[in-house]
Structure formats: C-alpha cells, structure tokens
C-alpha cells in the first residue's frame, strides 16, 4: 500500500511507499526478473551476494536491468553456513556495492533450509559492531525475534515456511506475536505460495513480506507479482481497518427487534 503519513513504513531510517521486496533468484534471466520486479511494484530487491553477477562485465550483470538508482538493493548472505562467513560475504558486499542495509541469513543445513539461530544472533553482533544496519532472517520464535531487536537488528524477518516450500504461514500465532511485541519492521521471510499467503501475512500485523520463489517460479511470474502487490495492499488494509470479532455461533446480519410476525 502506498505509504501515508500516518503510516509510514520506515526501515534504519529510510522511507519506502511499498511494503512487498522481491528477489532476484529463479527467473529465466534479469530480464524478467526485472519486469516483476516493476509488476510487484517493488522498491527494495534482495540480491544473493554469492550468487548474482554484480560486476563481472562478460556476463549478464544484475544492475544492467534493475538500476540501483530505481531500486534499494538488498545484499543477503543465501548459501551461508556459518556466522562468520556471513560476515565475511557482507563485507565484501559493501566494499564493492557501499551497501550498509544487508540482510542476514544463517542456514542450518541444505535440505531444510531453516536458520541457525545461535550463528545468526553471533554474526548479527558482529555485523552491528561493524557498521552494518541487519535486517535477519530468523524461525517463527517471539523469544529469539526480542533478542535478535535487542541485539541491534533494524528488522525482523521470520519464515512462514521453509524457503521455497510455498506452504504458506504455518504458525499465524507466533507470527502475530512477532509482529505485537516488536519495535522496529516485521517481515514474513520465505514460505509464501500464493497471494492469499501474502494478504495473511499483512493481516496478522507485518508489515511487509518478502518473497522470491512465488513469484518467479509462477506459471506467469509478471502476473503473479502484480497478484502479490495487490494481496500485500488488501492484507495491510484489512489490518489497519480491524477485523470483525470472531464468533462461535451465527450472528444475524438484520435487527432481531421489530420483526414483523
């Protein structure tokens, strides 16, 4: 949704008017990449440091078709293992780049994909130390999303699934209280399948969603994007309206009183 002014969605200090960040991995080529980027309306796209081309010149390069002039790029450390070398990759990401806005991802192992929390909390320590404003891909735990905010992180990203499982939002409760207790972004990080993932995610109270594989392993990718920019737009609208209560019985819609017998 748009951003207004009194509802701004700011992260370390910069304001963006969309709330959905796409990813750069598992198009065809930068091409389409790019166009679903502008589908989804995007402003920030997350780029795997260890993956993408940013300045090899004889091959295809990233920043040819999305210009980091139009776009917030968001250097991640997808493929790493280790805390430290998570650090090590996001160093050089901003020895080359100047990006001091990262994303930090700590992997467990390759078939799950899941977050290994106790490297993540280690290397987002450094990474702070280091000058570094840490948005942090971390499990569904209220807990270690405090003490990930506590330790310096400018943004919670919490996974609804695994990445790329396209699943959708497994445990809406811890999600929620993510998004209640914290004090600075929440984002649903991995997990998302489709558009209604996307709209729950904002329902529950996040206030933005990232996502890759949804979209560009969509049948359509460009009108998939467009589908999630919408779904992200409805979510956040339907969260700032205020959902009816939930009931256990029917409640008619029509006046009880006054019916005529």
């Known amino acids: 949704m748009t951003a207004q002014p009194n509802d701004p969605f700011v992260i370390a200090?910069?304001?963006?008017?969309?709330?959905?960040?796409?990813?750069?991995?598992?198009?065809?080529?930068?091409a389409e990449n790019a166009a679903a980027a502008e589908a989804a309306g995007a402003e920030i796209v997350t780029v795997a440091v260890r993956r993408v081309n940013l300045s090899n010149p004889d091959e295809p390069m990233l920043v040819d078709h999305l210009s980091p002039e139009r776009f917030t790029f968001l250097p991640n450390t997808a493929g790493c293992f280790t805390g430290e070398d998570a650090v090590r990759t996001l160093r050089l990401a901003r020895e080359a780049g100047g990006w001091n806005l990262v994303k930090l991802e700590v992997l467990s192992d390759p078939d799950t994909l899941y977050p290994d929390m106790v490297e993540t909390l280690h290397?987002?320590?450094?990474?702070?130390?280091?000058?570094?404003?840490?948005m942090v891909y971390?499990?569904?735990?209220?807990?270690?999303?405090?003490?990930?905010?506590?330790?310096?992180?400018?943004?919670?990203?919490?996974?609804?699934?695994p990445i790329g499982s396209g699943l959708g939002i497994q445990n809406r409760l811890n999600?929620?209280?993510?998004?209640?207790?914290?004090?600075?972004?929440?984002l649903v990080d991995a997990g998302v399948g489709t558009a209604s993932d996307a709209a729950v995610a904002m329902e529950l109270g996040c206030d933005g969603v990232l996502m890759n594989t949804a979209i560009a392993e969509a049948r359509d990718a460009i009108a998939m994007a467009r589908a999630m920019r919408l779904a992200v737009e409805a979510g956040r609208a339907a969260y700032l309206a205020g959902r009816m209560p939930i009931?256990?019985?029917?409640?008619?819609?029509?006046?009880?009183?006054?019916?005529?017998?």
């Open 247 to 261: 009931r256990q019985y029917g409640a008619a819609s029509s006046p009880v009183d006054g019916i005529i017998g």
């Open 13 to 30: 200090g910069r304001t963006f008017t969309s709330r959905l960040i796409v990813g750069t991995g598992k198009y065809k080529d930068y």
């Open 175 to 186: 999600i929620r209280l993510i998004a209640e207790q914290a004090r600075v972004p929440v």
């Open 123 to 134: 290397a987002l320590k450094l990474l702070v130390e280091d000058g570094f404003e840490v």
């Open 138 to 161: 971390c499990s569904d735990d209220p807990v270690m999303a405090r003490r990930l905010e506590d330790a310096g992180a400018v943004a919670i990203m919490p996974l609804g699934a």
